[in-house]
């Protein structure tokens, strides 16, 4: 029996995907527990409508990753941390901090897990942070400026 996945279900499939499953593993496990539905001529026009929406949605996504990432160009981030008399930094600015900031300051929401490449910054000066905007596709730059206390 051709069945359509409503979610992934282990050594069957993904989730929106057309399969050929035994009859009774179809009736038995995958319809009583709302996993599948059976393949028909309205299920198919339901699931081509879901898949379209689906990529307008995706679509939508990354053009806003895009203007993010336009904005992002234009920012130069301010951060101070505590030096000593020979110019040694005490502590650094990890990229929590640097998400908090942005979000505070500019109203730009990255989850800092996004933030590629560094775990925290400890030298002064300049410094470019990659951030993964959207799947690896739009991939935007933090300019961060740090400086002594």
Known sequence: M???LLSDVKNVGMKDEVVEVADGYARN???KRKLAVPQTKTSMKVLGKQQEEELQHQQQLEQEAN????RLATIVLECKIKTGNSGRSFGSISTKQIAQQLEQ???IQIDRRKILGHDSISS???TDLK???YKNKVIGVIHVHVSAK
């Open 2 to 4: 051709k069945v359509i």
């Open 29 to 31: 496990f995958l319809l």
């Open 67 to 70: 203007e993010i990432k336009e």
């Open 105 to 107: 300051e500019h109203g």
């Open 124 to 126: 002064l000066g300049d």
């Open 131 to 133: 951030v993964d905007l």
